[in-house]
Nanobody, 120 residues
Framework: QVQLVESGGGLVQPGGSLRLSCVAS?????????MNWYRQAPGKQRELVASITSGGTTNYVDSVKGRFTISRDNAVNSVYLQMNSLKPEDTAVYYC?????????????WGQGTQVTVSS
């Protein structure tokens, strides 16, 4: 019923850019959710890359600060991740997440993941 659909991944050279999109559908209105982008590289744990609260406050893992920008458009149930100056260590599967835990509610949703590969 609820689905997060991601797009925008692909293969880019170091220093290149990508813009990831996540569109929510079904019985969900993301305006009340904190929205997050996670990534997971082979053999590594999933890490939180960027977040934007329902109030618009953003946060980033240190390794992407100054290079990545998270944004949201509640009118179209979407969240975005603009990635600039990409590095090989950014290579991972990137996942979109909608989370209500900040409200004390045990409910969240995950996208299927989209592959980002940074290589020459």
């Amino acid at each position: 019923q609820v689905q997060l659909v991601e797009s925008g991944g692909g293969l880019v050279q170091p220093g290149g850019s990508l813009r990831l999109s996540c569109v929510a559908s079904g019985t969900i209105f993301i305006s009340i959710y904190d929205m997050n982008w996670y990534r997971q590289a082979p053999g590594k744990q999933r890490e939180l890359v960027a977040s934007i609260t329902s109030g618009g406050t953003t946060n980033y893992v240190d390794s992407v600060k100054g290079r990545f920008t998270i944004s949201r458009d509640n009118a179209v149930n979407s969240v975005y991740l603009q990635m600039n100056s990409l590095k090989p260590e950014d290579t991972a599967v990137y996942y979109c997440n909608a989370d209500l835990s900040h409200m004390g509610v045990s409910r969240d949703y995950w996208g299927q993941g989209t592959q980002v590969t940074v290589s020459s």
